[in-house]
């Protein structure tokens, strides 16, 4: 390769030094990539979650029409796809480091809670107890808040991984 470059007119340093830069901006491209991956990672968890709350806000008002919905409800926190990745403690130990991880299963847990509790609460004449239909809302305000919380999460878990690496790589 000198030889090469020594015919070519370029010195060896001159070599070595494109060499450096090209394994500087492929680490940065690995670095994006990973990013983008993880990034996609969290948007597919939302919107998993926004599935289950809408099933739920679909069996709450078709009642025993919306069987097939309530059934997606009844999953509980360690059931669902997030669940199961969450318990499995994720695809990479890095994650399972991390403080908004470790923050998530709470409020991740109240979604399912929540909404469940809605749709048993459903299971009675609402459309004629004011009182109930304000129970009902209730907890779906508190899914609400959960989910809002486990979106947060989910991005800050993001983020505080790419610190992390970033801090290992530079």
């Not at 990034?39 to 069987?67: P, R, T, W």
């Not at 908004?100 to 409020?107: Q, R, S």
């Not at 009675?124 to 107890?129: L, M, V």
Request: proline content about 1%; overall charge negative; glycine content about 6%.
């Amino acid at each position: 390769m000198r030889r090469a470059a020594q015919e070519s007119g370029e010195s060896a340093s001159g070599v070595e030094q494109r060499f450096m830069s090209m394994a500087s901006t492929a680490q940065q491209q690995l670095q994006q990539i990973a990013y983008v991956h993880d990034a996609s990672f969290a948007s597919l968890a939302k919107v998993d979650m926004l599935y289950y709350k809408q099933n739920g806000y679909i069996g709450i008002i078709a009642g025993k029409d919306g069987e097939h919905a309530r059934k997606i409800v009844a999953t509980d926190q360690h059931g669902c796809r997030f669940g199961v990745w969450y318990d499995s403690k994720g695809e990479d130990a890095s994650y399972y480091t991390l403080q908004a991880y470790k923050d998530i299963n709470g409020p991740h847990r109240d979604v399912h809670e929540h909404l469940q509790e809605a749709l048993r609460l459903a299971n009675g004449d609402w459309e004629n107890d004011a009182a109930l239909r304000d129970r009902i809302l209730a907890e779906t305000r508190s899914t609400e808040e959960a989910s809002s919380r486990v979106f947060s999460l989910l991005d800050e878990m993001v983020q505080q991984r790419h610190k992390q690496v970033d801090s290992v790589l530079f």
